[in-house]
Structures are given as structure tokens and as C-alpha cells.
């Protein structure tokens, strides 16, 4: 869910006048904080996206990065994350650029990789896509991470707790007994 509506907007009429294997290259530095409410973006996006005329649309590759700020997931601190993002995607007109005519979509219900009628394509879901996907699932502060106790919630990182380590689930108590 996005906090605001920010736009990675390109206007790609020109292009969309060209023949097939027509080629252009689009450079990015955009803010995008409030691109999702679950993303803390330090920085903005940079980089180049290579766009691509074909039969169909446009298609757009691209190296883009940023920065995140993300928290570790074992002691739960934050820690700054740079990323690194490849987008890939083929992008389709709503309408005919020499006739104004509306076009059937090839896709109708993916609404993100679609040119409007103005033709412009707007690269935001794209990159918000593949900031999930680039981001670390298990992101750690530092390789060699203690993290928290269990038991008291310790940061292990300063040193260790005084909580008993021989703790037992007490559905397992009486197995603990036979031995």
C-alpha cells in the first residue's frame, strides 16, 4: 500500500513513432520515499533504463539503486541497506499513437505496464516490485549477529544475559525425567 503517489513518469511518444528495435535511454534520479509504507528509502533512485520500441509497446530494462533502511533480524536494530535493482518490463499503449484510436489491452488486468493515453508510462509498481524482490529476506546488521535472549530480551551483541540456558518447554518436563 502506498503512503503518497509518488510517479516515475516517462514520456515515450517518440519512441512509440519509431520502427521496431528503436532504441532510448532514459537516466533516473527520482525521490521515491512514500513509494510503500513498509519501505524506508534513504535515497533516491538512480540509474539509466534502456528502452526498447517492439511490435507490441516498449520494452524497458533498467540497473537502478537506492538505499534502505531495514532492520536486522535477529537484535532488531536498524541498519542501512544499499540496493541494487534490475527491472524487466514490456509496457503496452492504451491508444493507437498515430490515430488516437483505443487499443485492446494485451493484459487487462496488469494496469502497471501500461502506456495512457497521453503516452506516458509510469515505472513506479515496476520498481516498487523490485525493491521487494531485491531486498534481503533475513537482513543482519553484521554476519556474526547475536542477537536477542528469548528469555529476557538481552541484546546479545554487548554480552551475554544471566538467564538459565537449560530451560525446558514445559511439555516436554516429564520427557526430561526418564532421562
Not at 500500500?1 to 521496431?20: F, S, Y
Not at 508510462?121 to 521487494?132: C, P, S
Not at 531486498?135 to 535472549?149: F, T, Y
Not at 554480552?159 to 518447554?169: E, H, L, R, Y
Request: include cysteine; charged fraction near 25%; aromatic fraction near 2%.
Amino acid at each position: 500500500m502506498r503512503d503518497r503517489n509518488p510517479r516515475l513518469n516517462i514520456n515515450v511518444a517518440q519512441l512509440l513513432k519509431e520502427p521496431t528495435g528503436a532504441v532510448r535511454w532514459h537516466d533516473l534520479s527520482e525521490e521515491i520515499r512514500g513509494i510503500d509504507h513498509e519501505l524506508r528509502i534513504l535515497a533516491p533512485l538512480t540509474g539509466t533504463v534502456k528502452m526498447i520500441r517492439t511490435a507490441d509497446g516498449i520494452f524497458i530494462t533498467g540497473r537502478l539503486h537506492t538505499v534502505l533502511q531495514l532492520e536486522c533480524s535477529r537484535c532488531l536494530e536498524p541498519l542501512v541497506e544499499p540496493l541494487h535493482l534490475e527491472i524487466e518490463a514490456e509496457f503496452h499503449p492504451s491508444v493507437n499513437i498515430q490515430t488516437g484510436a483505443k487499443l485492446p489491452l494485451v493484459e487487462p488486468a496488469d494496469r502497471a505496464t501500461t502506456i495512457d493515453a497521453q503516452h506516458i508510462l509510469d515505472l513506479m509498481e515496476i520498481v516498487r516490485q523490485a525493491i521487494f524482490l531485491a531486498s534481503p529476506m533475513h537482513p543482519l546488521c553484521r554476519e556474526d549477529c547475536a542477537g536477542l535472549c528469548p528469555q529476557c530480551g538481552q541484546y546479545l551483541n554487548e554480552g551475554q544475559c544471566n538467564c538459565v540456558a537449560d530451560v525446558v518447554d514445559p511439555r516436554l518436563e516429564t520427557l526430561k525425567q526418564l532421562l
